[in-house]
Every structure is written in C-alpha cells, then in structure tokens.
C-alpha cells in the first residue's frame, strides 16, 4: 500500500521524498501486469501490455476478494496498439484512446493485443464501487469532448470525458483525457483544488527527450515534480495539480471520492500561486 503525506510533511520534504510520495512509475511492463494500490480513495493504477498471450486482471492480495471487481469498479484506457478487454466473455476490440468501464461484479476481465510487435498497452484506473453498472466501451470518438484554451496562454487542448454522470455510469469513478494541441504546453491552468475527491494524472506521448514539471502541494507552498513519458502524479484533495511541458503531450485524468460533478473544484487565483 502506498501512503501519501500531509501538507505539512510536504513542506519539509526532499526531491526525492516527493518523488517517492507523489510519482508512480513502471507501470507498462512487456508481457505483464502491474498494480499499485494507493490510500488516496483506495484507488488502483496499473498498466498491462499483453504479447502473443492474453493477460488476466487478477484480484491483488492488497484488496482480500475473489476476483479484482468484487467490490470494485475499473476504468481501462488503451494507449498502444490495437487490442481487447474481454469482460466476463464479452469482447470490446480497443484502439488507441478508446476505453471499456467495467462495473462491480464483473469476474473476468482478460486484456489482449492484436499484435506483439505492436502492443496494446492498458491504463488502468480502479476505485471501490458501492453499486454496479454496467460494462461499456467509449470509443476516443464518441466521447464527449470540448476544445479548450488558447494560443495566447499556451493551453489549446481537447477535453475527452468518457467516464462521467449523464453518459457512462460508474460508482465514483470520473476518466478522460486531455490532448494539448501543438504549440501548448500548459494543462489545468488556472490550477485549483478538489475538496471532495482526488485525481491521478497519467502522462503520455512524450519522447524520451522531454519532460513535464508538474506542480503539487498547497496553493500558496507549492512544489514541482520532473515527470517523463507514462508516469502518474497522485493528487490529494488538498493540492493542485497543473503541469508544464517541455512539448505538446497528452494525459489521462481519473479521479474518486464523494462527488462525481466536473466542475466542483476550487479555483486558485493566478496571484495566489506561490
């Protein structure tokens, strides 16, 4: 189980404290999956990227049930090749930025790719569920997406929701992404916080050469991560989370706890930052 820090603790904290606290990395292992679970709303992240054989999303001895949706729900976003979720024997074929939502009670999720030389690789975000929904693919597609920002302040990007109340049901779970069109750099700016719920932020479709300092801690305390190409920052209730590229790059933004509403967030005058 990974614990995350107070904001006093923060304050007092190294670069590789931080780093250690609020950066998860490793997760896209050829031929396996890999899971963390976290004390940040009991959420799960984890990556999957099956070869020639399919792999199997197992329950982890850090949740003690039979199989890993007993009591949970998962998204699953594909950011690779060509491939499959499978969920309880019925198969939703997953190109790159579509997704499937699968609900509490479903026993058996097997994730696969087309092609070994071309993977899938699976993003996986998972949050106890108190009700069950049902499974569902959103394909990038359909998704409800609105563009956003502008090239004055370095921030045009599309804004995908594909897991979100009025469109695909879940439990608590709230999932998109969000591409910054070429030429933007910033994402979530102006920066706020979620008092009710927290957010993982996966980043993806950087080259090994460029990075993203993103920002964490107390609106008025804030700190910076250095954070490269399929790596996730936790984000508490209590920080914000706003990043700056080096580059255009793309991230998927999920986020749990007791309110599912898009716009209840705290916003953070730009005078305030610190």
């Given at each position: 189980m990974?614990y995350?820090p107070?904001?006093?603790?923060?304050?007092r904290?190294?670069?590789?404290?931080?780093?250690?606290a609020f950066?998860?990395a490793?997760?896209?292992?050829p031929?396996?999956?890999?899971?963390?679970?976290?004390?940040?709303?009991?959420?799960?992240?984890?990556?999957?990227?099956?070869?020639a054989?399919?792999?199997?999303?197992?329950?982890?001895?850090?949740?003690?049930?039979?199989?890993?949706?007993?009591?949970?729900?998962?998204?699953?976003?594909?950011?690779?090749?060509?491939?499959?979720?499978?969920a309880?024997?019925?198969?939703?074929?997953l190109?790159?930025?579509d997704?499937?939502?699968?609900?509490?009670?479903?026993?058996?999720?097997?994730?696969?790719?087309d092609?070994?030389?071309?993977?899938?690789?699976?993003?996986?975000?998972?949050?106890?569920?108190?009700?069950?929904h049902?499974t569902?693919?959103?394909?990038h597609?359909?998704?409800e997406?609105?563009?956003l920002?502008?090239?004055?302040?370095?921030?045009?990007r599309?804004?995908?929701?594909y897991?979100h109340?009025?469109a695909?049901?879940?439990?608590?779970?709230?999932?998109?992404?969000?591409?910054?069109?070429?030429?933007?750099?910033?994402?979530t700016?102006?920066a706020?916080?979620h008092?009710?719920?927290t957010?993982?932020?996966l980043?993806?479709?950087?080259?090994?050469?460029?990075?993203?300092?993103?920002?964490?801690g107390?609106?008025?305390?804030?700190?910076h991560?250095?954070?490269?190409?399929?790596?996730?920052?936790?984000?508490?209730?209590?920080?914000?989370?706003?990043?700056?590229?080096?580059?255009?790059?793309t991230?998927?933004?999920?986020?749990?706890?007791?309110?599912?509403?898009?716009?209840?967030?705290?916003?953070?005058a730009?005078?305030?930052?610190?």
């Amino acid at each position: 189980m990974h614990y995350l820090p107070g904001p006093d603790a923060v304050r007092r904290m190294n670069t590789d404290e931080l780093r250690d606290a609020f950066l998860v990395a490793g997760l896209f292992v050829p031929g396996a999956v890999t899971l963390r679970a976290i004390d940040l709303d009991r959420v799960i992240v984890g990556g999957a990227v099956p070869l020639a054989e399919p792999l199997r999303l197992e329950a982890t001895e850090a949740i003690a049930a039979e199989f890993f949706t007993e009591r949970r729900e998962v998204g699953i976003l594909n950011i690779g090749g060509a491939g499959s979720v499978t969920a309880d024997g019925e198969r939703h074929a997953l190109g790159r930025l579509d997704l499937v939502y699968a609900g509490r009670g479903t026993r058996e999720i097997v994730l696969a790719s087309d092609s070994a030389d071309e993977p899938a690789r699976f993003y996986i975000v998972s949050y106890p569920a108190h009700a069950a929904h049902p499974t569902t693919r959103v394909g990038h597609a359909d998704a409800e997406a609105a563009e956003l920002g502008t090239v004055e302040q370095a921030n045009q990007r599309r804004l995908s929701k594909y897991v979100h109340p009025g469109a695909v049901a879940s439990a608590q779970l709230v999932m998109g992404v969000t591409e910054l069109k070429e030429g933007s750099v910033w994402n979530t700016m102006p920066a706020h916080t979620h008092q009710r719920r927290t957010e993982v932020y996966l980043y993806f479709g950087l080259p090994d050469d460029a990075v993203v300092c993103h920002l964490v801690g107390e609106p008025g305390e804030t700190r910076h991560l250095v954070v490269r190409n399929e790596e996730v920052v936790l984000s508490p209730s209590w920080s914000v989370h706003s990043g700056c590229g080096t580059r255009s790059y793309t991230f998927c933004w999920a986020m749990g706890g007791e309110n599912q509403a898009f716009a209840d967030m705290q916003a953070v005058a730009m005078r305030d930052l610190r």
